[in-house]
């Protein structure tokens, strides 16, 4: 499975580090949402 990194991705792999970078940006942008909303309510 580490063998295929340095050729072409298999397509599984290739859908689940997409979902990992969606849901990681989405968690960014939510904590950083929340913590402009706290300083702009405080």
Known sequence: MGTTASGTLPQTNEQH?????VVG???LVGLGGYA???KLRA
């Open 17 to 21: 580090s997409g979902w990992v970078a």
């Open 36 to 38: 402009l909303y706290r």
């Open 25 to 27: 940006l989405l968690a």
